[in-house]
């Protein structure tokens, strides 16, 4: 819901010289602007894409993918966080005009919502104390396995016990953070999550971890309400900073520091 933002420009002496002189400047006079602002919606626990420095600001990879992004389209942007697992609703009540959010592009979420090209790929990873035994899917048998709830890796984990026959015990929580204080703290083995941020944690924490050798999963997408016209915008932002090495910039400072 892109709305417009009262500017009030400081122009109150000048206008009043202009008076006093008699001069008549209609557009000049104007002591008021509208600018638009895009709301975007995320969830702060998801680092290197998004999360809270000890300031307490939003930062990322996806907070500056979203900048350009205004700046570019020429908005004002304001960020609201919340819980993963509220952000398809978000857009669906036409709460905000866009997510960005390490979101993949499932085929389940195109049911409920647009997205736009893949901006990023990175892959999951089953997070584990640095002396587990765990080290493939099978040694997961049996085991207590930990997802952010709402993510696609909650759907991976579910699909791997479907398909891939491995019988293990799925815990979903609220953030990232949460699983990795579950594994600290023994009441999970381990924790299936984006690569990215998993290498993050793994070498911050300084945990053992295995890649996921199933079927890649979709790469993450800004996501929009249905029919929304920014969709086509999004993209041609996306084509520019691909083509001029902009987003690959952006990787090299957010993303590779953490492998």
């Known amino acids: 819901m892109i709305k417009n933002k009262p500017f009030i420009a400081l122009f109150a002496s000048s206008v009043l010289l202009l008076g006093a002189c008699g001069s008549s400047t209609e557009d000049e006079s104007d002591s008021s602007e509208e600018k638009e602002v895009l709301e975007m919606a995320t969830s702060a626990e ?5 999360s809270r420095n000890p300031e307490g600001d939003i930062v990322g990879f996806d907070i500056d993918l979203a900048n350009h992004i205004a ?3 020429g908005y004002e942007l304001e960020i609201t966080d919340m819980k993963f697992d509220g952000l398809i609703g978000a857009l669906q009540n036409d709460r905000v005009d866009m997510v960005i959010a390490g979101m993949s592009a499932t085929d ?6 647009d997205f736009s090209t893949e901006y990023n790929h990175s892959g999951e990873m089953f997070v584990t104390t640095k002396d587990s035994e765990l ?3 099978g040694s997961l048998e049996g085991k207590i396995v930990g997802v952010q709830l709402g993510t696609i890796q909650e759907e991976g984990a579910k699909s791997i016990i479907a398909e891939e026959g491995i019988n293990f015990e799925l815990k979903a929580l609220d953030d990232s ?6 594994i600290l703290s023994g009441r999970i083995d381990a924790a299936y999550m984006d690569k990215q941020v998993a290498l993050g944690y793994i070498e911050a924490q300084d945990l053992g971890a295995f890649d996921d050798p199933t079927t890649a ?3 993450m997408a800004v996501a929009f309400p ?3 016209e920014l969709v086509d915008d999004v993209n041609g932002v996306l084509a520019e900073m691909e083509e001029s090495g902009e987003l690959d910039e952006l990787k090299e400072q957010w993303l590779t520091e953490e492998e």
């Open 226 to 228: 249905k029919g929304s």
């Open 177 to 182: 953070g949460a699983l990795i204080q579950e």
């Open 108 to 113: 389940s979420r195109k049911e409920n919502v």
């Open 71 to 73: 700046d570019e389209l």
């Open 217 to 219: 999963s979709p790469g």
């Open 46 to 50: 998801f680092a290197p894409f998004e």
């Open 135 to 137: 080290a493939s899917l």
